[in-house]
């Protein structure tokens, strides 16, 4: 019997969590990862030609919608999977009165693995494009959600608010205020994280940030909004600082209008860096665009960020943002073994944002192979978009 199920062998391994950026060979056996070398030698079932190609763990993108058929849901396998996203995370699609779609006939048709955020408000995100989910604070239901969350603990991560005018009324500051004292007090009551969508809000970015503590998420951090990271100096505010040095999680949320290139540039060029790179996949309204995980990741690097750096930010830390960090977001032998084999292909290639602004890129991330626990998705999947 062959040693391995498939090995990959010659490619560059990046794995920020075990800070190895070099040249392995990775062994998987049993829906594992089964041995890391600089040559593996023994038969396997199958093996992949990874030379001149990047190995990295499988890609985890934690701000996702794929609650496929409900509103604006997106299908996880078609455009999260075959570009080399083994885990996403659904962001607040569901709340407590929906939550059951997404967990009973929507997640059980997906080889995507899936968690979820629950929407503090009831009915998560089916209305939003009607009117705010929460413009009535009778949507915000705190011992609903929590007691959802407790009860669905291996699927719901923690409880997702959204503090925007589009979410909690057009310049209603009280209900703003409101509805993230229910979202923490639900978070509390489950014992699980917060996480805060921050774009466009109608209450001060510090005050928000107060309400968050360490392992908890602040999403579409580079927004550029009137309360954006950058002060009006053009600095970043102490408050973002502060947090990103109590472990808040400062996750990108690209979506189509809430990261401004402008913003992202100044951020990281002043020294911060996300914690996470996310897609906020979802369907747009016509003529917005959203770039998938592999799109936003040569965007960063563009950007500035460095190849571990950007590869970091959406395996090891975006898997310790979950809590998740002894099974996905590495190849260390014994992880799940997610993959993904990428080609960072040179060329020329543009990145726009929502506000009109272009970021150029000289390389680019293409998928050559999927990895899931193990197996490698036949090509014909991984083509399908
Ligand atoms: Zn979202």
Not at 272 to 300: C, E, Q, W
């Amino acid at each position: 019997m062959p040693a391995w199920d498939l090995l990959v062998r010659g490619g560059t391994l990046v794995d920020p969590a075990q800070s190895i950026s070099a040249r392995r060979d990775v062994a998987f056996r049993g829906g594992k990862v089964a041995a890391v070398a600089e040559t593996l030698t023994g038969e396997a079932t199958e093996v992949i030609d990874a030379a001149g190609a990047l190995v990295t763990p499988g890609l985890i993108d934690i701000h996702t919608h794929v609650y496929h058929g409900l509103a604006t849901g997106r299908h996880a396998d078609q455009t999260s999977l075959a570009n080399g996203v083994t885990t996403v995370v659904d962001a607040g699609s569901a709340g407590w009165m929906t939550l059951r779609g997404l967990r009973d006939y929507v997640i059980p048709t997906y080889q995507t693995r899936v968690f979820a955020f629950l929407h503090i408000s009831a009915t998560g995100l089916t209305i939003n494009r009607i009117m705010p989910e929460l413009a009535d604070i009778k949507f915000a239901q705190v011992e609903e959600a929590a007691r959802t969350a407790a009860e669905n603990r291996g699927l719901v991560l923690g409880i997702k608010v959204r503090i925007a005018h589009g979410a909690t009324g057009q310049g209603n500051q009280a209900n703003a205020r409101e509805a993230l004292r229910r979202g923490r007090q639900a978070a509390d009551l489950a014992g699980v994280r917060l996480m805060v969508h921050v774009s466009d809000t109608p209450i001060p970015l510090d005050e928000i940030l107060e309400h968050l503590r360490e392992g908890d998420v602040a999403t579409h951090i580079f927004n550029g909004n009137a309360e954006q990271v950058l002060g009006p100096d053009g600095r970043i505010r102490a408050a973002v600082r502060a947090a990103k040095e109590r472990g808040v999680v400062l996750d990108v949320g690209h979506a189509s209008i809430h990261c401004d290139v402008k913003v992202a540039r100044r951020a990281i060029a002043e020294g911060l860096l996300p914690t996470t790179i996310s897609t906020d996949l979802h369907t747009p309204p016509a003529g917005r665009i959203v770039y998938n995980l592999r799109a936003l990741m040569s965007k960063f690097l563009a950007l500035g960020m460095t190849l571990d750096d950007v590869v970091a930010s959406v395996t090891s830390r975006a898997a310790a943002a979950i809590g998740k960090s002894s099974e996905l977001g590495s190849l260390v032998p014994g992880m799940t073994g997610d993959a993904v084999v990428m080609d960072l292909e040179d060329g020329h290639f543009t990145y726009a944002d929502g506000a009109g602004n272009e970021v150029k890129a000289t390389r680019r991330f293409g998928t050559r192979h999927v990895i899931r626990e193990g197996r490698r998705l036949p090509a014909a999947h991984a083509d399908q978009l």
